[in-house]
T-cell receptor
Framework: DVKVTQSSRYLVKRTGEKVFLECVQD?????MFWYRQDPGLGLRLIYF???????EKGDIPEGYSVSREKKERFSLILESASTNQTSMYLC?????????????FGSGTQLSVL | EDQVTQSPEALRLQEGESSSLNCSYT??????LFWYRQDPGKGPEFLFT???AGEEKEKERLKATLTKKESFLHITAPKPEDSATYLC???????????FGKGTKLTVNP
C-alpha cells in the first residue's frame, strides 16, 4: 500500500529553536510537497520539489527552507521557530511532473511553538 | 489570482438524506479539479479528478460533476461513515500547484 510517513505526529518547540520535519515516501514519486493547514485558511503550499536537490517556493515560503537529498525524503526546516508557525504540517507526494493528481498525503505533524 | 470557494462551510444531514456540496472556482485555464476527503487527525485522501465541463465521476455514494464555473459533490443516502471534511482543489493551466478551498465539514447523524 502507498505510504507517506511523517516522522512526528505531535511536536512542541520553543520560540527560536531550529525545527526539522521529516517526510518519507515509498512510492518512488518524483514530486513532493509541504503544506500547512490552519482553521479558516485551508491548505497552503510552502515548498515543493520535482527532483532530488530541486526546490520551488510555494505561496508562503517565508521562514521555511527545505532539503531533498534523496528521492524518497523531503525535509521542512524552520530556521528559527515562531509562534505564528504553530500549525498542522502536511507532506504529500505524487508521481506526475505536470499533473498533480492523486496527491498522497501523510497523516500530518501538529507543531506547537511556545 | 486563482480562487476556490466551497459552500457551505458545514453541513449536518440525517442518515439517508441526500445533498450536495459546492465548489466554485476562478482559474486561468483549468487543468484539473480535485476532490479530497479528510478525516479528523489525518491527511486528505484523494477521491476524484475532473478535467472538463460536463464530466462526471462516481464512487459508492459520491458523485462529482463539473461545469465551467463550479463543481458539485453529490452525496446520495449518506451514512455516518461519510462524515468528514471534503476539500476541493484546482490546478491552473501552466501551473504546477494546487489551490485548495477551505473545505466543507459534513456530519451525518444516525
Amino acid at each position: 500500500d502507498v505510504k507517506v510517513t511523517q516522522s512526528s505526529r505531535y511536536l512542541v518547540k520553543r520560540t527560536g529553536e531550529k525545527v526539522f520535519l521529516e517526510c518519507v515516501q515509498d512510492m518512488d514519486h518524483e514530486n513532493m510537497f509541504w503544506y500547512r493547514q490552519d482553521p479558516g485558511l485551508g491548505l497552503r503550499l510552502i515548498y515543493f520539489s520535482y527532483d532530488v536537490k530541486m526546490k520551488e517556493k510555494g505561496d508562503i515560503p517565508e521562514g521555511y527552507s527545505v532539503s531533498r537529498e534523496k528521492k524518497e525524503r523531503f525535509s521542512l526546516i524552520l530556521e528559527s521557530a515562531s509562534t505564528n508557525q504553530t500549525s498542522m504540517y502536511l507532506c504529500a507526494s505524487s508521481g506526475y511532473r505536470v499533473h498533480n493528481e492523486k496527491l498522497f498525503f501523510g497523516s500530518g505533524t501538529q507543531l506547537s511553538v511556545l | 489570482e486563482d480562487q476556490v470557494t466551497q459552500s457551505p462551510e458545514a453541513l449536518r444531514l440525517q442518515e439517508g438524506e441526500s445533498s450536495s456540496l459546492n465548489c466554485s472556482y476562478t482559474v486561468s485555464g483549468l487543468r484539473g479539479l480535485f476532490w479530497y476527503r479528510q478525516d479528523p487527525g489525518k491527511g486528505p485522501e484523494f477521491l476524484f479528478t475532473l478535467y472538463s465541463a460536463g464530466e462526471e465521476k462516481e464512487k459508492e455514494r459520491l458523485k462529482a460533476t463539473l461545469t465551467k464555473k463550479e463543481s458539485f459533490l453529490h452525496i446520495t443516502a449518506p451514512k455516518p461513515e461519510d462524515s468528514a471534511t471534503y476539500l476541493c482543489a484546482v490546478q491552473a493551466g501552466g501551473s504546477e500547484k494546487l489551490v485548495f478551498g477551505k473545505g466543507t465539514k459534513l456530519t451525518v447523524n444516525p
